[in-house]
């Protein structure tokens, strides 16, 4: 069986802190890929990136980075200099054929 | 591109009531979701489809019925609306699944059973 935890359910940060969303995928499979979704308070879900379980570099684009850790299953994505912009509910969701997600973290940012 | 598009955006049902929603995407893909978002909760698969005349089920299928007869189309129905299907109903189409294809979401139909 598959289970996706989000480890935070609501962070609060004041604007240009750093913030960490932590989000562990407990899986019997060896390959998968893991996506990260935002769905700020307008309600649409926008696709933020995915992440397949051979790579385990980092990576960073403009102020998001992500880290992925196989041996912990833990797959962590942070927001640098958080802005007032970024305040939305952040899912994490294993892919495959019946895609789950997680219960998401919701993120507010301060001014 | 319109994407995946969601017809109607909200909807008031009496219980009992039975409605379809539409889901509609031009990006030939073969894969179609839809799930139900509780409010202020994560998203729950209620159906899938991997084809044109493939359906099966999701994690919480119980009240509703899909139908994939072309690759564009994947309607949803409620054929007896209950206060529980009081949700956020999203759609969302991928070309792929499990090789890492992102799914695509509709802009979500709001739908309120009194």
């Known amino acids: 069986a598959q289970k996706v935890t989000q480890v935070q359910t609501e962070i609060s940060v004041v604007e240009k802190e750093d913030v960490t969303l932590d989000c562990v995928y407990e899986t019997r499979d060896t390959t998968y890929y893991l996506f990260w979704y935002k769905q700020p308070p307008s309600g649409e879900l926008v696709f933020l990136i995915r992440?397949?379980?051979?790579?385990?570099q980092n990576e960073i684009s403009g102020r998001y980075s992500w880290n992925f850790q196989k041996s912990t299953s833990s797959f962590n994505f942070t927001i640098t200099a958080s802005q007032v912009v970024d305040s939305a509910v952040y899912f994490c969701?294993?892919?495959?054929?019946?895609?789950?997600f997680g219960a998401g973290t919701r993120l507010f940012v301060k001014a | 591109n319109a994407g995946v598009t969601q017809t109607p955006k909200f909807r008031i049902l009496k219980i009992g009531q039975s409605m379809t929603l539409q889901c509609a995407q031009d990006?030939?893909?073969?894969?179609m979701y839809w799930y139900r978002q509780d409010p202020g909760m994560g998203l729950k698969l209620i159906y899938y489809s991997v084809g044109a005349g493939i359906t099966d089920k999701g994690e919480v299928p119980n009240g509703y019925n899909v139908s994939r007869s072309t690759t564009e189309d994947f309607p949803l129905r409620l054929e007896l609306a209950a206060p529980s299907q009081t949700s956020v109903y999203f759609c969302?189409?991928?070309?792929?699944?499990?090789?890492?294809?992102?799914?695509?979401f509709g802009q979500g139909t709001r739908l309120t059973v009194v």
């Open positions: 969701a294993p892919r495959g054929l019946k895609t789950i």
């Open positions: 992440r397949n379980s051979f790579d385990e």
């Open positions: 969302a189409s991928s070309y792929l699944s499990g090789q890492g294809a992102e799914a695509f």
């Open positions: 990006m030939n893909h073969n894969y």
